[in-house]
């Protein structure tokens, strides 16, 4: 009998058998999978978003290892709880370290809601730069003091190191991960997809800026704050990225429906 896993994945639905907030979240969820994918973010089975499971908030959904971010459906998310006990029926299971510290996060911190790690080529030449994420254009302006760093401890397979990762996330949502890659966290799913937009895009800029071997100019430290200061003013502290993130929604209905099974 040939293994099931080579061909394409297509798990039993679980619409209307979860409640509707877990679905709606579940669809969110892929729809950020095949745009992170289109957008060259994914790395090949590997990094992960997590999402809380709205009305069961000691659990937790997230994609399993073994399928690329092009395969993700809402039925293929696994939902999990703090404990390590999963309770989708599944081929795949979750990855030691993308359960550690992302179950780390969603369980330490209450207040967010998703967490998201990845690390394409700008994301980890980036990380491995000593002066990390510059001020050089309005994208890392807008981000000056709000980016966090985390040291490289090998593979995140050790639990331990999840709190580590909180503690140096601090009040921010923006990580560089030391010779790594970047995470985002948010209060939605919407806020951190946004702030991991923004992030990536900067990182982008920069290594292109650094590859021309010219000298450059940083953004002044009082037109960053500035530039913060008209960001808080715009959202008033709620959660951001809910516009951005309705334009995802349809570039993964446009890309490839099949994201919401």
Known sequence: MPDSTLFAYQPESLEGKVSDAEWQT????????????????????????SARVPDEPEKFLMNPQGLGWHEMTASSLIKSDFNGKDY???????APAGRNFHGAILRMRPDLNCVFHIHPMAATVVSATRDGLLPL????????GRVSYHDYEGLADE????????????????????????????????????GMAGLAKACENQ???????????????EICKKAQEKIYERHQGTPGGALEFKMYRRLAEKLDPSYRT
């Open 137 to 144: 254009d309005q994208s890392s302006a807008m981000m000056y």
């Open 88 to 94: 989708t029926k599944s081929d795949f299971r979750l």
């Open 26 to 49: 579940r669809v969110d969820m892929a729809a950020c999978y095949r745009v992170a994918y289109h957008f060259g973010w994914n790395d090949t089975i590997h990094n992960h978003l």
């Open 207 to 221: 290594m292109h800026v650094l590859a021309m071997n010219r000298p450059f100019e940083l953004v002044p430290e």
């Open 159 to 194: 639990a331990d190191e999840g709190p580590r990762i909180v503690e140096h996330l601090g009040k921010n949502y923006l990580m560089v991960l030391w010779n790594h890659g970047l995470l985002t966290v948010g209060r939605t799913i919407a806020e951190a997809m946004a």
